[in-house]
């Protein structure tokens, strides 16, 4: 394992690994099966454990979602094999109301966390950091693969709860107390409850290991010429994430710490002398306040939400100017906005609690930062519209996601600017349009930038093609699919059809939705179903995918392009490439691309 910096003031980046450049060769032909795909600490190997391990959650996550979807499709119908598979969560082929709740808690926490935060950033902050920096690997490759097994002993814990006889958390995905503080409170109050406790809590540290890894490896071993306005923006943004979860996550930590003394310590940090109906008693307990959890829990949870889209801004930014053979448009305004975000990220979290009692002047102070923060969301979405603009666009998978994801971002965003009002909040929160706003802008959003980046970067993480085919397929029914099953939720919304209810047959207000919500039910098992066409593309391609034949397939201008086709242990042979000008040289000079590594011409003009 290598490392290496860019001294300045000298005129060569120093490694060790070219020092020993022969002995590396030697000892990398004796790896074991184990370190080499079990234990391995190279930053690619790491790359595809944690995006194999997210697909994995993906398909459990979104499978839990096609179970609730059927009850809320068809209350009042019986699926037989349904018990087949869920035996008593299931009686009669009807899901229990008890196990409705673990659904929805467990396929908002898989997806959130597991998915669109470890998936994501655990999988293109390995792969592209060090590729496209110039470095052998991360700043601590040791950290990286224990950042990853955290990971799996947290997604272990969490799918070990799914099998315990009270059945997992049930508390929705933000376990709110007193029902996460007490474990009488329901079936999924006790046992599955701790299990999601410590999950989280290890999953938590995997990313403080990772997110300290890759801010290392960002600031430190940039190789030469490679200044931070010359970084692609896809380091920018994962530069942001990781510096938001570093700073955001703990608190996360100390809040589901405190949960832990409240559920088995007799502490009251948020129970108060509350009256139990079930034993007609009340609770020992003095002076906490739920509310203060929920501070805890969203001085993470907004940050979160950033955390998640970055990372596909990113991505977006990178697969939008390679594929419109165009430069970036305002790239110091994009990396400016994304510091924004970061910043403001911090100063939004009480717009979760506009009805918690809130005082209503703290109430505008945030009604204020959260509008405010749609403005640099704002100037990201001028820019790609300007980079698309009058581009010689080539429509691969990659593009057409990443341009889906801007549509996502564009009217997933514009119904935030509702909800960030507190007056119209008090008739909109924790209904349908609650969940409309947040599964485009979030959810699908970031899927699709996953998506463009997992469609541009697979050649070079297993030297083949994903099927085009498939993929058009997979992007086209996504797309309208995800239109059609959330976009009829904001007029639900409207209504005032709350949240996580598990039947709404015999509410003459909601019962108008009978027919909605079963449309709904279809598209998603049909959405479903061709994400399992993806994973299918993905695994097949592996194998038996149309082999990359040149190092450099989509024409692109940055460094892990530089690299063989499929690079070994330490990434470059020989020396490692030394940088002369910014990743967006597009279309310059009569030329459709010039790489970062060709130095800057007699009469050429410097960006």
């Known amino acids: 394992m290598s490392n290496e910096a860019y001294i300045p003031g000298q005129h ?15 000892h990398h032909h004796h790896e074991t099966f184990i370190t080499k795909y079990v234990f391995s600490q190279d930053h690619k190997m790491i790359c595809k454990q944690f995006l194999i391990t997210g697909i994995i959650w993906a398909i459990l996550g979104a499978s839990m979602s096609v179970l609730f979807r059927l009850q809320l499709g068809y209350p009042d119908s019986t699926f037989p094999f349904l018990e087949d598979i869920l035996g ?22 898989v997806l959130v966390f597991f998915v669109l935060t470890g998936g994501l950033s655990g999988t293109f902050a390995n792969f592209l950091i060090p590729l496209q920096l110039g470095a052998r690997d991360m700043a601590s490759p040791f950290l990286n693969m224990l950042s990853y097994w955290f990971f799996f002993m947290a997604s272990v814990t969490m799918i070990s709860s799914l099998f315990i006889s009270t059945g997992p958390a049930s508390g929705g995905w933000t376990s709110y107390p007193p029902l996460s503080a007490l474990g009488q409170a329901s079936q999924g109050s006790n046992a599955g409850m701790d299990f999601w406790i410590v999950s989280m809590a290890l999953f938590v540290v995997s990313s403080l290991l990772g997110g300290l890894n890759y801010i290392s490896t960002i600031l430190n071993l940039r190789t030469k010429g490679m200044s931070m306005t010359r970084m692609p923006l896809t380091i920018w943004a994962l530069f942001f994430t990781a510096i938001l979860g570093v700073l955001s996550f703990p608190v996360l930590l100390s809040g589901l710490i405190l949960l832990l003394f409240d559920r088995h310590m007799g502490t009251s940090f948020y129970l108060s002398d509350i009256f139990i109906a079930s034993s007609q008693t009340a609770l020992a307990n003095e002076g906490g306040s739920p509310i203060l959890y929920q501070h805890l829990f969203w001085f993470l949870g907004h940050p979160e939400v950033y955390i998640i889209i970055l990372p596909a801004m990113g991505l977006v930014s990178e697969v939008m100017s390679v594929n419109a053979r165009k430069p970036i448009f305002g790239y110091m305004a994009m990396v400016g906005s994304l510091f924004a975000i970061t910043i403001l990220a911090f100063l939004v979290w009480a717009h979760h609690m506009f009805v918690t009692g809130l005082n209503p002047f703290l109430g505008s102070v945030f009604v204020l930062l959260t509008l405010l923060i749609a403005v640099p969301s704002a100037i990201k979405v001028f ?94 029914i996504t797309l309208i699919g995800a239109y059609l099953i959330f976009w009829p939720m904001h007029y639900e919304g409207l209504a005032g059809m709350p949240r996580r209810y598990l039947d709404y047959s015999n509410w003459a207000s909601f019962n108008q939705f009978g027919g909605l919500n079963r449309f709904i039910t279809i598209v998603a098992m049909i959405v479903f179903a061709i994400q399992l066409l993806f994973v299918f593309n993905f695994f097949y391609s592996i194998f038996k995918g149309r082999r990359v034949v040149t190092q450099n397939p989509w024409g692109a201008t940055t460094l892990e392009w530089t690299t063989p086709i499929r690079p070994g242990h330490g990434n470059w042979v020989g020396e490692i490439p030394e940088v002369h000008r910014w990743p967006y040289d597009y279309a310059k000079d009569g030329r459709e691309y010039i790489p970062q590594t060709e130095p800057i011409g007699a009469n050429e003009k410097i960006h």
């Open 88 to 109: 008593k969560w299931a009686k009669g082929g009807k899901i229990q109301p008890e196990f409705y709740y673990a659904l929805v808690t467990m396929h908002g926490t």
């Open 12 to 26: 060569e980046v120093v490694t060790t690994h070219e020092i020993h450049h022969d002995e590396h060769h030697v």
């Open 383 to 476: 820019n790609w519209l300007t980079t698309l603009w009058r581009g010689n666009i080539r429509f691969t998978p990659a593009m057409l996601f990443a341009i889906g994801f801007v549509s996502m971002f564009i009217s997933g965003g514009l119904t935030g600017i509702w909800l960030g009002n507190s007056a119209l909040d008090i008739h909109l929160h924790d209904t349908y349009f609650v969940v409309a706003h947040f599964h485009i802008v979030m959810g699908v959003s970031a899927f699709f930038g996953m998506f463009a980046g997992i469609y541009h970067w697979y050649p070079k993480m297993y030297g083949r093609y994903l099927n085009n085919t498939m993929a058009y397929i997979h992007f086209w």
